[in-house]
């Protein structure tokens, strides 16, 4: 048996038609040749997926950047500790 692969607008309109309920899954799933399990996959994906598609970029964006700074200010502090545990090498080591 040969793997099927699907585009992204393929598995979208099939999705959307699962979401829009005027056909069963059976249905579709003999109209597109696709397993019914599949297009429940599909279909949940799709589901869990529409939220995002509304939310606010700004909110992302806002999101984005706090991660950023909190990234940048790790970074500082580990540089920091590096810097202080060199310095702790060289003055803890002993000169014969």
């Given at each position: 048996?040969?793997?099927?692969?699907?585009?992204?607008?393929?598995?979208?309109?099939?999705?959307?038609?699962?979401?829009?309920?005027e056909?069963t899954i059976?249905q579709?799933?003999?109209?597109?040749?696709?397993?019914s399990?599949?297009i429940?996959?599909?279909?949940?994906?799709?589901?869990?997926?529409?939220?995002?598609?509304?939310?606010?970029?700004?909110t992302k964006d806002?999101?984005?950047?706090?991660?950023?700074?909190?990234?940048?200010?790790?970074?500082?502090?580990?540089?920091?500790?590096?810097?202080?545990?060199?310095?702790?090498k060289?003055?803890?080591?002993?000169?014969?």
């Amino acid at each position: 048996m040969q793997k099927r692969i699907f585009q992204d607008k393929q598995k979208a309109q099939v999705a959307l038609e699962a979401l829009k309920g005027e056909k069963t899954i059976s249905q579709i799933s003999s109209q597109y040749q696709i397993h019914s399990t599949q297009i429940q996959k599909w279909k949940a994906i799709a589901k869990e997926g529409l939220p995002g598609i509304f939310s606010n970029d700004r909110t992302k964006d806002k999101e984005l950047a706090e991660r950023d700074k909190l990234i940048a200010e790790l970074y500082k502090i580990v540089g920091q500790r590096d810097t202080e545990l060199e310095w702790l090498k060289k003055k803890l080591q002993f000169e014969p």
